[in-house]
Every structure is written in structure tokens, then in C-alpha cells.
T-cell receptor, first 113, second 114 residues
Framework: AQRVTQPEKLLSVFKGAPVELKCNYSYSGSPELFWYVQYSRQRLQLLLRHISRESIKGFTADLNKGETSFHLKKPFAQEEDSAMYYCALLPTYSGAGSYQLTFGKGTKLSVIP | NAGVTQTPKFRVLKTGQSMTLLCAQDMNHEYMYWYRQDPGMGLRLIHYSVGEGTTAKGEVPDGYNVSRLKKQNFLLGLESAAPSQTSVYFC?????????????FGPGTRLTVT
């Protein structure tokens, strides 16, 4: 079974400082990894996926298969980045459960003005 | 487009009472999901559906039942509520299997069982 670990429940950084939200996973195959974000009083929404390799709202995430990590990074934090961030894994095998996301427990990012 | 809507937004139940949470989506999505969100536990999948008339168990299905009689609706039932079911419940939908990673979430239902 797959597992997603986000070691930090809370991460506080000052505005303008770099941000790195950690995500590690365990999965026997080659997974797809994603970051979801939930801003205050808003719905949980997809932020980015590793396959697209794009930057969304200044955030990037690189899949490191050797370290089984998918850390979310931003060079300069903004106050509007304050939110709950969830790392999620989608198995790539076919069959039952292959379309179920497994979420980490989430990290609350607080950007201090 | 309302997207994914959930009814009710809040509910307080006494232990042993029953209730049904309604999820509706207007995006013609095939897949629908029910999650619960608890502090320190993240999102855990309760049940899901890959199409009208189909349902399957997720990670934490005990104490819950679901039905998907219409494509746009996914109902979550609690037959005999317990305090351990106090949680925030989220419904989500995705277009199909190929895009199952892109889930659209509802606003959540905050349930308290006393």
C-alpha cells in the first residue's frame, strides 16, 4: 500500500523568505504526485502535478525518485500563500484503487508579515 | 456552474441518530468521493463511486453507507451516529479515470456527534 508523509504539521516563515514544504512517499511502483491547497474559507483545490513540471503561483515541486520525495518550494513567500497544503499520490497500476488519491496529513503554512 | 455542493453545511447529532449527507455536482463527472478530515489525520477516503449505480469502500468505510442512484448525486449515510464520527466531511468529484487526480471538492459539512 502507498503512503504519503508530510513531517511538518505547521511551518511558519517570514514574508520574502524561501519556503519548502516537505513530502515523502512510499510506493512500490512509479507514482504520480500532486500538491493540493486549501486557503482559508475556500475549497481544497489542485495546485500542481509533477508531470506538468510547471510553476503555479510561484511554487514548484520536483519528484526525486531516489529520495522518494516531492517537496514544494517557493523562493519568496507571500502572505497570500498562508494555507493548508496536502501532498497526494496516485498509483499508476491498473485495477481497483488506481484512481484513488492518497493524501498526506497536511502542513499548515503561515507566512508572517 | 455551482460545481460540487454539499447539504447541510453544519449538523449536530446525538449518539445513535441517523442522517444523510447529500453531495451534488453539475459537471457531469463520472467519479465521486466522500472523505473525512480530522485534525492531524488529513483526508481519508470513506467511499467512492466510479459511475451511476456503483459504489466501493475506501480506507475508512465502517459506520457509513453510500448510494449513487443518479450520476449527479452521491449520498453518505450514517445509520447510528457515534462521537468518533465527529468530523468535517468533504465530497469530491473527478471527470473520469484519466483525470481522477483532479478532484473538485465541495465546501464541506461539519458534523458533531454528542
Amino acid at each position: 500500500a502507498q503512503r504519503v508523509t508530510q513531517p511538518e504539521k505547521l511551518l511558519s516563515v517570514f514574508k520574502g523568505a524561501p519556503v519548502e514544504l516537505k513530502c515523502n512517499y512510499s510506493y512500490s511502483g512509479s507514482p504520480e504526485l500532486f500538491w493540493y491547497v486549501q486557503y482559508s474559507r475556500q475549497r481544497l483545490q489542485l495546485l500542481l502535478r509533477h508531470i506538468s513540471r510547471e510553476s503555479i503561483k510561484g511554487f514548484t515541486a520536483d519528484l526525486n525518485k531516489g529520495e522518494t520525495s516531492f517537496h514544494l518550494k517557493k523562493p519568496f513567500a507571500q502572505e497570500e500563500d498562508s494555507a493548508m497544503y496536502y501532498c497526494a499520490l496516485l498509483p499508476t497500476y491498473s485495477g481497483a484503487g488506481s484512481y484513488q488519491l492518497t493524501f498526506g496529513k497536511g502542513t499548515k503554512l503561515s507566512v508572517i508579515p | 456552474n455551482a460545481g460540487v455542493t454539499q447539504t447541510p453545511k453544519f449538523r449536530v447529532l446525538k449518539t445513535g441518530q441517523s442522517m444523510t449527507l447529500l453531495c451534488a455536482q453539475d459537471m457531469n463527472h463520472e467519479y465521486m468521493y466522500w472523505y473525512r478530515q480530522d485534525p492531524g489525520m488529513g483526508l481519508r477516503l470513506i467511499h467512492y463511486s466510479v459511475g451511476e449505480g456503483t459504489t466501493a469502500k475506501g480506507e475508512v468505510p465502517d459506520g457509513y453507507n453510500v448510494s449513487r442512484l443518479k450520476k449527479q448525486n452521491f449520498l453518505l449515510g450514517l445509520e447510528s451516529a457515534a462521537p468518533s464520527q465527529t468530523s468535517v466531511y468533504f465530497c469530491a468529484s473527478s471527470k473520469d479515470r484519466a483525470r481522477s487526480y483532479e478532484q473538485y471538492f465541495g465546501p464541506g459539512t461539519r458534523l458533531t456527534v454528542t
